[in-house]
């Protein structure tokens, strides 16, 4: 159940939403949807190993590690230029790498 409703009737009322507040925030909703339903939680996609980069946290135990994500993100690069150049990596591998980050900030900030 998801508000109320099942998450079909909760697509379907979006659906018909459509007509009202346009499609672009229509496929905005869609795809926050599909995400929040469909992605893992990070720490099943980031893996901290002592033997793969000195312990750094890598994807899915590749040698790709979460801040050579950010490092690429940071210079421009989009998730597309990342998977094109490491087709290994996901969409969701790049994501994960994001919150993985965002939750260690927030952590830090709670600890000082």
Sequence with gaps: MF???TLLEVYSGLHKAVTV????????LREYLYLYFQMKHYTEIIII????????????????????ILGWLASGMSEADIIA???DLTIEDIKAALAFAADREHKIRIAS
């Design 49 to 68: 190993d002592p033997q793969v980069r000195f312990g750094m946290p890598c994807i899915r135990g590749m040698r790709i590690s979460v801040s050579d």
């Design 85 to 87: 150049d490491y087709p």
């Design 3 to 5: 508000a109320g409703g």
């Design 21 to 28: 507040i346009g499609n672009a925030y229509f496929n905005c």
